[in-house]
C-alpha cells in the first residue's frame, strides 16, 4: 500500500522562528517542529513533505501540487493568512482535508490578524496552541483519514 502523503505549508518568515518575537511565537525552531511532525507522521505510517517559503506564489504552487499528490494538508500560511485570496483560490480547487495552524491566537492580536482568507477554505484551525499546533493538526488529520493507529 502507497504511503499517504501530508502537506506542511509554512509562509513567510516562519524560517526565523525561535528568533523573531519569541515571546509570541515561541522557541522552537521550525527545525525543531519538522523533526516532532515527522516522528509523528512516521507513527501514523504518513510520508511527510515539509517546506517553507517566503513568496506567495510557491505558495500556489506548493497546494496545486498538493492537490494531485497529497492526502492532507497543514499550512501556516503567515501573513499570506490575511492577504491572499491567491491562496484561497488555490484551496478552494483542492478537495482533501486542509488544517490552518497558527502559532499565535491571532485573535488575541492585531485587528488586521483577525480575519483569515484561508479559514473560509480550512477543514480545522488551530490557533494559539504554539508550535504544538502542528501536531494537533496532523492527529486530526490522522483521525479524519481513518488512519489513526498511533498509541
Ligand atoms: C502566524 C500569525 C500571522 O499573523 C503572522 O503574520 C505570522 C505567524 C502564526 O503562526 O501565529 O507570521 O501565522
Do not use: C, W
Request: charged fraction near 20%.
Amino acid at each position: 500500500m502507497t504511503q499517504q502523503r501530508i502537506f506542511v505549508l509554512n509562509g513567510p518568515n516562519l524560517n526565523l522562528l525561535g528568533q523573531r518575537k519569541p515571546e509570541v511565537y515561541g522557541t522552537s525552531t521550525l527545525k525543531d517542529v519538522e523533526l516532532s511532525l515527522r516522528q509523528r507522521a512516521q507513527e501514523y505510517g504518513f510520508a511527510l513533505e515539509f517546506l517553507q517559503t517566503n513568496h506567495e506564489g510557491v505558495l500556489v504552487d506548493q497546494v496545486q501540487r498538493a492537490r494531485a499528490e497529497a492526502a492532507g494538508i497543514i499550512i501556516n500560511p503567515a501573513a499570506y493568512t490575511h492577504t491572499s485570496v491567491a491562496l484561497h483560490d488555490a484551496l478552494e480547487a483542492v478537495d482533501i482535508p486542509v488544517v490552518e495552524v497558527h502559532l499565535s491566537n491571532i485573535h488575541r492580536r492585531e485587528q488586521f490578524r483577525h480575519h483569515s482568507f484561508v479559514s473560509l477554505q480550512a477543514t480545522a484551525v488551530f490557533a494559539g496552541a504554539g508550535a504544538y499546533g502542528y501536531l494537533l493538526a496532523l492527529d486530526f488529520l490522522a483521525h479524519h483519514l481513518g488512519e489513526d493507529t498511533a498509541s
